[in-house]
């Protein structure tokens, strides 16, 4: 039996070997509490640390602009509630500004606070690519405006947004907004510099980057104070209390400095493999619509519509066939819903409801890309041939 195809790395990624190897030493002899004063403690706390170093030299700022997080939907909604409540505290605004293609962990998150009556939220649109423009971003910005937040790289279309330049035309616009960027699927595939960006808070998540699950950080630029959203003995500068998962701090340090030693040559191996896989795709189903295409974006990513093709059943027979993929977001798993993604783009719920996103990673092969879309083409088929003979 073979192994399955697995084009999911949007979704997860395997932990690297070298990542797992930094790990274990840290469920083992390095058990201690990196809060603890004595020997067993500071070597905890000296291995978070150095990992803190590594993950602050992936983003480009100071170790002490880094916050550990239990991933990244922890660190959007430290970043969106953290600034909200620390203005509504000093009276100085409530008005948040996303753009509609944003992860749900941002959405959801600005969708309750406006619920509950504490934010006042305008949501910008993409153009039929998935892009967002700076222009637009800025125009909704007031005197009360306190955070924008526009995703680096999008996780279900791949779409790379000019976030140097909306953070630029926010600051022209009100000094006092804070910019904050989801840069989750980001990390690892495009040049990463939070000083360049411009951005006062900044997203990432492990394991997207082969390190493990349940861990992430928010870049904090030196200044910006937020309200901590978790209350406890002060860690993380009094940012985000609670014991350190060091293990898993450990291994999201590695996996930083691993993805961004290789990102050059890695990202042009990918880009090929998922060029090559997007026209055996749209060769093979002349009806497929490419998304996002010729838009700036992730060269990991193909992605898809079929008109007709409900993404579970589709996912669901190609996983019968040992190739694994996704609809869009695995986060929004089991909805049964549109993308909101391709929505704001401009297709119909019809064709949204069709999607399939493809993405490849570090140890994806050229024989499992071509094998990948011979059985997506059969699949595609197969699937409008049941439906015509329904109709």
């Known amino acids: 039996m073979s192994s399955p195809v697995y084009l999911d790395h949007a979704a997860t990624t395997p932990v690297a070997p070298e990542v797992l190897e930094a790990m274990l030493p840290y469920f083992g002899e390095g058990y201690g509490n990196p809060s603890s004063l004595h020997s067993v403690g500071r070597m905890a706390r000296n291995a978070v640390d150095q990992a803190r170093d590594r993950v602050a030299d992936a983003l480009g700022c100071a170790a002490r602009e880094v916050v550990f997080t239990a991933g990244g939907s922890e660190a959007d909604n430290l970043a969106i509630r953290g600034v909200l409540d620390r203005a509504a505290a000093s009276g100085r605004g409530r008005h948040l500004v996303i753009t509609a293609i944003e992860h749900d962990a941002v959405i959801k998150t600005c969708e309750q606070l406006a619920d509950e009556g504490r934010a006042e939220v305008t949501v910008i649109g993409c153009d039929q690519r998935g892009v967002v423009s700076p222009e637009a971003v800025a125009a909704a910005v007031r005197d009360d405006t306190v955070l924008v937040s526009v995703m680096l790289a999008n996780n279900e279309v791949g779409t790379v947004q000019d976030v140097g330049r909306v953070a630029s035309l926010v600051r022209e616009a009100n000094p006092r907004t804070a910019v904050h960027t989801d840069a989750v699927q980001a990390l690892g595939k495009v040049p990463l510099d939070v000083r360049s960006l411009g951005v006062d808070l900044l997203s990432v998540s492990g394991h997207k980057v082969y390190g493990p699950k349940g861990v992430g950080a928010l870049y904090v630029r030196q200044g910006v104070v937020l309200a901590p959203q978790i209350s406890g003995g002060g860690h993380e500068r009094d940012r985000r209390s609670g014991t350190e998962n060091v293990p898993g701090i450990v291994g999201f340090g590695m996996a930083a400095t691993l993805v961004a030693g ?5 990202m042009r191996r990918l880009g090929v493999m998922a060029s ?12 497929a619509v490419v998304t996002a295409a010729g838009a700036p974006r992730l060269s990991s990513f193909a992605t898809f519509a079929f008109p007709g093709i409900p993404t579970d059943v589709l996912l669901t027979l190609l996983d019968s066939w040992d190739v694994c993929a996704s609809g869009g977001s695995a986060c929004s798993a089991g909805a049964h819903m549109p993308s909101h993604v391709l929505v704001a783009m401009g297709f119909s719920p019809h064709l949204a409801a069709g999607a399939l996103r493809c993405t490849v ?3 994806t092969t050229d024989a499992e890309v071509d094998r990948a879309g011979e059985l997506i083409v059969r699949a595609v088929h197969q699937l409008q041939g049941a439906a015509a003979a329904r109709a």
Request: proline content about 5%; charged content about 45%.
């Open 361 to 363: 990673g570090r140890g």
């Open 262 to 266: 290789e990102r050059e040559d890695e």
């Open 276 to 287: 090559r896989l997007t026209e055996v795709v749209a060769t093979g189903v002349p009806d």
